[in-house]
């Protein structure tokens, strides 16, 4: 099972963000995210939701209770979502292809 730690990590360093500029952006400390990432310290329920927005990730995914990241789509009018939604379903069945 994946840590919490790890996936706030792995979101970070794929946003290129250090500890401290994450922190920034939630109003946590360097420190603060660096016990989390580290797995000294757990989230509290508020930090979570704010990690969960900040990333457009769910809270069961940062838990890693779930595989699948969250792809926000607020703002996009339905023909907009229904090409998003052709396009992952395209990306989906080629990779299944490939593992074929």
Known sequence: MINIGMRIKEL???RNLTQAAL?????RSKTVISNYEMGIRMPTVDSLC???LFF?????????LEKRRML???????RQVEILTMLASE????SRSKKK
């Open 50 to 52: 704010e990690l969960a």
């Open 12 to 14: 970070r360093m794929g």
């Open 91 to 94: 990306f989906k069945n080629e």
């Open 72 to 78: 926000p789509i607020e703002g996009l009018n339905t």
């Open 23 to 27: 922190g920034r952006k939630i109003n």
């Open 56 to 64: 457009g990730v769910s809270v069961d995914y940062l838990l890693g």
